[in-house]
């Protein structure tokens, strides 16, 4: 399992309004203490390198007691926001070589791979399918918003 560290929300020197709506709005982001290694259903290892930051499963507050976003949908959502966020995973082969996985695949790619990982490590069809289709319905503002976003690269290792 990846290690974790939560970001603070920041409400100090906030008012009381002001946190309330934090408080409905913010979700806690995580940052990866270490690079985090991931087999994928199809054998690939995978490497998410550490610092990387990201929200989980970026899942409606009323869907959170069926598809928790650092519960159950953790593991595809630390990969899915990384695919989101470079457009590419870190890979490993069989010399210990990094490479790019799957780079400028798009977002259609990325919401396959959170689909494949989520039935995988869970077995949950019902689960599964659900959060992909709230990911199809919803998910596109994300994309673009890390198309913008341009993040630094992180490198594994």
Request: charged fraction near 20%; include cysteine.
């Amino acid at each position: 399992m990846p290690t974790l560290k939560p970001i603070p929300i920041d409400t100090k020197n906030k008012t009381f309004w002001q946190k309330v709506w934090i408080l409905l709005t913010c979700v806690r982001n995580w940052e990866l203490v270490d690079d985090w290694v991931f087999i994928m259903p199809c054998g690939t290892l995978i490497v998410i390198p550490r610092g990387f930051v990201m929200d989980g499963a970026s899942t409606p507050r009323f869907m959170w007691g069926l598809l928790d976003p650092v519960g159950i949908l953790l593991i595809q959502g630390i990969i899915h926001d990384y695919g989101y966020r470079y457009n590419y995973l870190w890979a490993v082969d069989g010399k210990g070589c990094r490479y790019k996985y799957h780079e400028g695949q798009g977002r259609e790619f990325w919401d396959k791979i959170f689909l494949e990982v989520g039935l995988h490590v869970n077995e949950m069809q019902i689960t599964g399918y659900l959060s992909w289709l709230m990911l199809r319905l919803f998910g596109g503002k994300a994309w673009e918003e890390n198309r913008i976003r341009n993040a630094p690269e992180l490198l594994p290792q």
